[in-house]
């Protein structure tokens, strides 16, 4: 069983930044591929990025490609997001997510966070 359990949201202005963090529970944290997914009120999970095992490979999402970065350290078992040029389309609770092998997925994950909310005000 992995826990995970996310941090760093908040309320933010548009063209600010956050980071997120996400730390897990697990001895075998490089054994995971992580990913970002969101979800904004009455829409379906979006996914945001994804980050192989030991951190060589990521992927992006088109609506945050160039904004967004997705690293990791393995040591500290944590994964996080750093959000640049945020934009009030980026409103949403934001979940960091596990799985064996790295895949662009906004849903098929072995283990989930609960979440936490960013808010983009204009």
């Known amino acids: 069983q992995v826990q995970l359990v996310e941090s760093g949201g908040g309320l933010v202005q548009a063209g600010g930044s956050l980071r997120l963090f996400c730390a897990a529970s697990?001895?075998?944290?490089?054994?995971?591929?992580m990913g970002w997914i969101r979800q904004a009120p009455g829409q379906e999970r979006e996914f945001v990025a994804v980050?192989?095992?030991?951190?060589?490979?990521?992927y992006y999402g088109d609506s945050v490609k160039g904004r967004f970065i997705i690293s990791r350290d393995n040591a500290k078992n944590t994964v996080f997001l750093q959000m640049n040029s945020l934009k009030p389309e980026d409103t949403a609770v934001y979940y960091c997510?596990?799985?064996?092998?790295?895949?662009?997925?906004?849903?098929?994950?072995?283990?989930w966070g609960q979440g936490t909310q960013v808010t983009v005000s204009s």
């Open positions: 697990t001895p075998t944290f490089s054994s995971y591929a």
């Open positions: 997510a596990a799985r064996r092998q790295v895949k662009v997925t906004a849903t098929d994950y072995d283990y």
């Open positions: 980050i192989s095992r030991g951190g060589l490979s990521t």
